[in-house]
């Protein structure tokens, strides 16, 4: 018998929830400022390059300022002059995609096309940043879900991610994981 395309998704989501939880029953028993100041000063940084990324530039910052507000164990910073960067942001006329070659590290092409038909800038940055540290599309999902996407529709405009998406960039970022390999491909 085939599973349906619910049954196929409910491993992902019973990982989530359980991550969520996890996540929350950790904050709970070790006072959660204490954690987070640790976390912090042990968190990973990654760097972007948006020399690329034409007239998308100040929403690619704002993409990194949430996912910084969002998650502790990572950090995306801009590229200081003459360095590499672990992170090319590249506009172009096709649709948002990503290039994840290993975790943190990879190429998001900040398609005119999404834009055009009216998706949020902010939104798209956020959710390609997204690909790059691990999470993978989750379709057809809610506005609530980052991760959603397009299948949102134009009119979400949340640029957040939601507990159990930042609850997997903290443990892949973490170690608490096993951290998903690249190169992957996605696009929205």
Excluded at 77 to 84: D, F, K, L, N
Excluded at 165 to 188: C, H, I, K, M, N
Aim: aromatic share 6%.
């Amino acid at each position: 018998m085939i599973p349906t395309r619910a049954e196929r998704a409910l491993p992902g989501r019973v990982l989530r929830v359980l991550v969520t939880l996890l996540a929350s029953v950790a904050l709970l028993f070790t006072g959660g400022q204490a954690v987070a100041d640790e976390q912090s000063a042990a968190a990973t940084t990654l760097t972007y390059d948006v020399s690329g990324a034409a007239e998308f530039v100040d929403a690619v910052h704002a993409g990194a300022d949430i996912w910084n507000e969002s998650v502790t164990e990572v950090r995306l910073e801009p590229v200081a002059p003459g360095q590499s960067a672990n992170i090319r942001i590249i506009a172009d006329n096709g649709w948002p995609r990503a290039l994840m070659t290993s975790l943190g590290n990879g190429t998001v092409w900040f398609g005119r096309q999404a834009v055009t038909e009216g998706y949020d800038t902010t939104r798209i940055a956020s959710h390609e940043l997204g690909h790059i540290l691990g999470l993978p599309d989750i379709k057809p999902g809610p506005c609530s879900s980052l991760m959603s996407g397009s299948t949102a529709g134009v009119g979400c405009v949340n640029p957040y991610p939601d507990a159990a998406e930042r609850a997997a960039v903290e443990g892949y970022f973490g170690g608490a994981f096993t951290a998903p390999r690249g190169p992957a491909l996605s696009r929205d």
